[in-house]
């Protein structure tokens, strides 16, 4: 799977602050020089107006605009323009308004002042990235949000199950990941983001998830597959893992993406009551 730098996007900023526009800008500008394909509503019927004539790649949204408050702002977007990602920049560290912004669609709440200029790119790419991926599952005819059953026979007659995925960051720490991979390891997804990936598998897995991450990071377009047993909150679970780097504007990894699917072997020893259920989209 070949690694795609993100080239500078066209972004949507929402916002009615000047001194949070010149801002955005010049973080934008920092980690893209010359960067212009900005456009910056102060309202929010501006912003939909501007979603009719053209489609950015992304939109920065504030939560408190002129003539729209709170998560509104984000539903209102979504529903006139629902195959654009949206980030939302908000001035308050709210971790219960940022849960229910990723909640209504959003793919991530950041607070202003908190966050600089690498870190914003990264969560745009991110951000696109996702979007893409769930756009793609629906115009395929896949439903973005399956809730199925996977058998140990089902698994092992087609060798395909749904996915779970995540984003770590260099450190292995994971900082997005889908419904499906807190499904696989029988957890909340609040006891997911945040934590190390070494933290929830077997210890004698560590060495072979660091030596995959040495993988990726030396040689762009490299993938690696391991085997990893993953501790749940009723045992553990053997998943097969694939991992890619996702890289920066400099073209260094900032980030995995990590793909788990239910290993194989494992699914068929168990019984044929045993599932495993996935979702497939990203949480924000």
């Not at 793609?136 to 949000?145: E, I, K, L, Q, R």
Request: proline share 4%.
């Amino acid at each position: 799977m070949a690694i795609k730098r993100l080239t500078a996007p066209s972004i949507l900023l929402v916002e009615d602050n000047p001194l949070h526009v010149r801002l955005v800008t010049s973080m934008l500008t920092e980690v893209w020089p010359g960067f212009e394909d900005l456009y910056q509503a102060r309202r929010l019927d501006s912003a939909l107006e501007r979603l009719e004539q053209s489609t950015p790649d992304c939109v920065l949204l504030d939560l408190v605009l002129p003539d729209a408050d709170g998560l509104e702002a984000v539903n209102v977007m979504l529903a006139a323009s629902p195959e654009v990602p949206i980030v939302v920049l908000s001035s308050h560290d709210d971790g219960d308004l940022a849960l229910r912004a990723v909640d209504e669609g959003a793919q991530d709440y950041l607070v202003k002042g908190s966050v600089d200029a690498w870190e914003l790119a990264r969560s745009i790419r991110f951000a696109i990235h996702r979007h893409k991926n769930r756009i793609d599952a629906t115009s395929g005819g896949v439903d973005p949000f399956p809730m199925q059953r996977v058998t140990a026979e089902s698994v092992t007659a087609s060798g395909e199950t749904d996915l779970g995925m995540a984003i770590v960051d260099t450190t292995s720490v994971f900082r997005h990941a889908t419904d499906g991979l807190a499904r696989l390891l029988e957890r909340p997804l609040y006891e997911i983001i945040g934590v190390s990936v070494e933290d929830l598998i077997d210890p004698d897995d560590i060495g072979g998830w660091r030596l995959a991450i040495e993988r990726v990071s030396a040689e762009s377009g490299q993938q690696a597959s391991l085997a990893l047993t993953a501790q749940t909150e009723s045992g553990s679970v053997s998943l097969d893992a694939s991992v890619v780097a996702l890289c920066g504007a400099d073209g260094e990894m900032d980030a995995m993406l990590v793909t788990y699917r239910p290993a194989i072997e494992s699914a068929a020893a168990e019984v044929s009551s045993a599932t495993y259920v996935a979702m497939s989209d990203f949480n924000g």
